[in-house]
Each structure stands twice: as structure tokens, then as C-alpha cells.
């Protein structure tokens, strides 16, 4: 018997959590859901989902990118989707490198004042963040994907269904 693939959401919206999860649950994946970085953490340890779905400002405004980030560099974790969902527009690219993409951006006059840059290249599909820290240090990790708040249910779909296939 197939087991149904595990979803995490880790978002401090109650609203946002309880509409991707009656959306997830309809399709016939198993969900848990945390509010923040720290329980989002022991969930992953402990219930080891096979994506995450992560909020970007939570408790504070760069927690859903830490924890994106320790999930990427995490070896036990390692090749666990992570999708950003974000209010934030993600910016277009079609270089190779998404990452190049970032600081070219960075560069621009008027980009590079940004605290956050989501880049998505429109032919492979690679995406990653690039956001200034509270020091002002500029840090690159890649994503799966960007899911755009508020959450549309064939959107959230097409994108769980690509990442998990």
C-alpha cells in the first residue's frame, strides 16, 4: 500500500496554514503544520516530511529563510524540497545561473537597495533567495520553488505535484 507523501507548512498565518492544508489534505497528502522556525525544526526532525513549505517572515523577518537554509544545508535533510511562499514578487531570469542573477541584481541601482530578492530562471525552473541579514550581509541559498500569497489552489498543486513527482 502507497503511503501518502508528508507535507510540512511552517507559517504563523492560521488562515494561510488552514487553507494549504485543506487544499494539500484534498489531494491526498498527510500534512503537519508549525508556527515558527524552532517548531517547524522539530517537526522535520521527528516526522521527516518529503517537502516543506515554508513562510518568510514569521517571529522575525528573515525566519523562513533561515530555516530554508539549515534545511539546505542539513546532509540529513538534504534533497528535501523547500517552497518559499512569499507576498513577494519573485524576480524573472533566464541565465544559467540564478545565483549570478542575484548579484547582477545586487549591482543594479535600482535593485540593490532590496533587503530580499526571489529570482526564478523561466526555462529550468531554478530559483533562490538572496536577502540581507541584520548585519547588512547579502546571503544566497537556492529553493524549489516560490508559491505567491495569497495561496491559489492549482498553483499550490501543480507545484507540490512537480517537486514530488
Do not use: C
Not at 538572496?130 to 498543486?157: C, M, Q, W
Amino acid at each position: 500500500m502507497k503511503t501518502a507523501k508528508r507535507i510540512l507548512i511552517v507559517d504563523d498565518d492560521i488562515d494561510v496554514i488552514n487553507v494549504a492544508e485543506a487544499i494539500l489534505k484534498k489531494e491526498g497528502y498527510e500534512v503537519l503544520s508549525a508556527n515558527d522556525k524552532e517548531e517547524g525544526l522539530k517537526l522535520i526532525k521527528s516526522w521527516k516530511p518529503d517537502l516543506a513549505i515554508l513562510d518568510v517572515m514569521m517571529n522575525t523577518q528573515f525566519e523562513g529563510f533561515e530555516l530554508a537554509k539549515e534545511i539546505i544545508e542539513n546532509p540529513a535533510l538534504k534533497g528535501m524540497p523547500v517552497v518559499m511562499q512569499s507576498s513577494i514578487d519573485a524576480l524573472i531570469t533566464n541565465k544559467p545561473s540564478v545565483q549570478e542573477m542575484a548579484h547582477e541584481f545586487r549591482a543594479d541601482p535600482n535593485y540593490k537597495d532590496l533587503d530580499v530578492l526571489l529570482l526564478k530562471n523561466v526555462d529550468t525552473g531554478d530559483a533562490g533567495v538572496d536577502y540581507r541579514n541584520e548585519k547588512g550581509k547579502s546571503i544566497f541559498f537556492p529553493v524549489n520553488a516560490f508559491i505567491r500569497k495569497p495561496v491559489h489552489a492549482e498553483t499550490l498543486i501543480a507545484e507540490i505535484k512537480r517537486l514530488l513527482k
